[in-house]
């Protein structure tokens, strides 16, 4: 962004301003708080700063309750300026604002546009034209080949913002130049949305701790019988060849041996902590006491932190005790030395909510862009940019 002269000239800033909404109140502004610097950084070099995000999954089509105006009011709050949020994403009305003296103007939900993301060509030269220049400080949607994200970036000198280029520097230290030993702790639901990062991460990681309803399929693959539990028959096959490569490479792969056990995934639903071999035809629903402290024994040995995935169904507070028994591990691990990165999405949001938020040593704003860097995959919205400058 630093290379850009940005001295009175509009700017289309896009960034991930994707934030949950409960009867139109936002719960959590982290995303809107994560945009605030390079905004402000923007203005301070005399531009004219046009923002632009999707909100949730409209799909073409406008949803009220899906309108930026919400976020426009707190964007307004943080920066303690106006912040003149427009009803619709392109258009004459929009131009005009573009060419008028406001500072900061918000656009209505990009994804109220099918052009979106289809990545059309006409939609995106529609978005140039309310510009000079354009800077993407979206890591959240980079993963994403949409028009906001890689048809502009074509179209308009283009530059990536302080927020991208923080995550792209952090995440790839983990992937470079990890110090170790090197600790990698995964969890959430499937196990096919691991299995890329895993594959990557196997010859840089010392060792695993897989929580989560993903364990449970590995755990099959071991042999083990884990009831009702969540499994993904179909990737038994290719989790077993993981395991044995992790084998051959001397990473070990630490797995729950106790769980709570529950009757079903709802709240107040009969629950009781039992070794795996004791779930009988219940589901695991988190990583028992034993399993947790293993992990977090693993996790204090390390240098090197990755979290990415809860250990159970968090948002219930019966089975909560294995994510919040990692996530003060890795809080730990940070102030012993570690370099810790959690990623986005859940573990995210499960950090916010022990207020552990800020004691770690970067907590990506991406989800699905995080794993996907993990993974190893070029993202579509930093390559774009990466072809603007070298063409």
Known sequence: MEDLDVMGQRVLLRCDLNVP?????????????????????LLERGARVIVCSHLGRPKGK???????????QRLEQLL????????????????????????????????????????????????????????????????????????????????????LKNEVEKLSRILTSAERPFVAVLGGAKVSDKLGVIGNLLHRVDSFCIGGAMAFTLLVARGEDVGG????????????????????????????????????????AAHETVDLAGIGGRLGVDIGPRSAERFAAEISTAKTVLWNGPMGIFEIEDYAAGTKAVAEAVVEATRNGAYSVVGGGDSAAALKQLGMDDQVSHLSTGGGASLEFLEGIELPGIAALTERKNG
């Open 80 to 163: 303690g300026r106006p912040v003149e949020v427009l009803g619709t994403v392109v258009g004459e009305e929009v131009l005009a604002a573009s060419l008028s003296r406001a500072d900061v103007i918000l656009l209505e939900n990009l994804r109220f546009e099918p052009g979106e993301t289809a990545n059309d060509p006409n939609f995106a030269r529609s978005l140039a034209a309310l510009a000079d220049c354009y800077v993407n400080d979206a890591f959240g949607s980079a993963h994403r080949a949409h028009a906001s994200t890689v048809g502009v970036a074509k179209l308009l000198p283009s530059a990536a913002g302080s927020l």
């Open 21 to 41: 909404l409960r009867a139109g109140q936002i719960t959590d502004d982290h995303r809107i708080q994560a945009a605030i610097p390079t905004i402000l950084a």
């Open 62 to 72: 406008v949803v009220e309750e899906l309108r930026m105006a919400p976020v426009g």
């Open 229 to 268: 539990s969540l499994v993904e028959k179909d990737r038994v096959d290719e989790v077993r060849g993981v395991l044995a490569e992790a084998d051959e490479k001397g990473v070990e792969v630490l797995l729950p041996d106790d769980v709570v056990a529950a009757d079903s995934i709802d709240e107040g």
